[in-house]
C-alpha cells in the first residue's frame, strides 16, 4: 500500500460525458501528478501540482483538467469523453519541493472505459 | 517528445533464472527509476539511481544507471514467481534551478515465470 488512495475505482460512462477522478496523496505529501496508462502509449505524464499550484504539464488534452485544493487532495476532470479516453488514470504524489523528495509513489488507479 | 526504448518487451523464464532488462533513450537523464505492476495495481518503486555509474540493489535486483546517463538496465537475481508483473523503467530530467522534470517512461517489460 503506496499511501495514495483514488477513487472510483472503476468508472464506466458514455461519449461526451464528463467524469472527475480524485485523488488523496500520502500524507505529508505536498505533490500530485496525473498520469494516463493506455495499451499503445504506456504511461504518459499529464499534469502535476504542488501545493495547490500546478507546476507542470505533459500530454494534457484541452478537455481535461485538474486542481488540488487546500487539504492536498486533487481531481481530475475529463469531459466530452471520446472512446480512445479509456484507460487506466494514475494518481502519484511525492513530498516535492526539494530534488530528494521527489519519488513518486503511486495509487492504485481509476480504469476508465468510454463506450 | 523524449522517448525511452525498452527491451525486451517481454520475457517467459523458469523460475531461478536470472533476468535483464534494459532501457536507452536518445537524451540523457539525472535520474533512472525502475518500477514494478502487478495487474490492478499502480507501479511500485523498486529503484532509484542519481548518479552516472551508480549500481544499486534491492534484494535479488540490481540496477545501474549507464555512464553516458542514457541508459540504464535491471538485472532480477534467482526469479521466483512473485516476480511475475510487468517492469518499467522511467527517466526524469532536473529542471534548471533544481526543481524535478516530468517521468518519461518505458513501454514495459512483461515478465512471466514458470514455477
Known amino acids: 500500500d503506496s499511501g495514495v488512495t483514488q477513487t472510483p475505482k472503476h468508472l464506466i460512462t458514455a461519449t461526451g460525458q464528463r467524469v472527475t477522478l480524485r485523488c488523496s496523496p500520502r500524507?505529508?505529501?505536498?505533490?500530485v501528478y496525473w498520469y494516463q496508462q493506455s495499451l499503445d502509449q504506456g504511461l504518459q505524464f499529464l499534469i502535476q501540482y504542488y501545493n495547490g499550484e500546478e507546476r507542470a504539464k505533459g500530454n494534457i488534452l484541452e478537455r481535461f483538467s485538474a486542481q488540488q485544493f487546500p487539504d492536498l487532495h486533487s481531481e481530475l476532470n475529463l469531459s466530452s469523453l471520446e472512446l480512445g479516453d479509456s484507460a487506466l488514470y494514475f494518481c502519484a504524489s511525492s513530498v516535492g519541493g526539494l530534488p530528494n523528495q521527489e519519488t513518486q509513489y503511486f495509487g492504485p488507479g481509476t480504469r476508465l472505459l468510454v463506450l | 517528445g523524449q522517448q525511452l526504448n525498452q527491451s525486451p518487451q517481454s520475457m517467459f523464464i523458469q523460475e531461478g533464472e536470472d533476468v535483464s532488462m534494459n532501457c536507452t533513450s536518445s537524451?540523457?537523464?539525472?535520474?533512472w527509476l525502475w518500477y514494478k505492476q502487478e495487474p490492478g495495481e499502480g507501479p511500485v518503486l523498486l529503484i532509484a539511481?542519481?548518479?552516472?555509474?551508480e549500481l544499486t540493489s534491492n534484494g535479488r535486483l540490481t540496477a545501474q544507471f549507464g555512464i553516458t546517463r542514457k541508459d540504464s538496465f535491471l538485472n532480477i537475481s534467482a526469479s521466483i514467481p512473485s516476480d511475475v508483473g510487468i517492469y518499467f523503467c522511467?527517466?526524469?530530467?532536473?529542471?534548471?534551478?533544481?526543481?524535478?522534470?516530468?517521468?518519461?517512461f518505458g513501454k514495459g517489460t512483461k515478465l512471466s515465470v514458470k514455477p
Open positions: 539511481l542519481y548518479k552516472a555509474g
Open positions: 537524451s540523457i537523464f539525472n535520474t
Open positions: 522511467a527517466g526524469q530530467l532536473r529542471n534548471y534551478g533544481g526543481s524535478q522534470g516530468n517521468l518519461i
Open positions: 500524507s505529508g505529501d505536498l505533490s
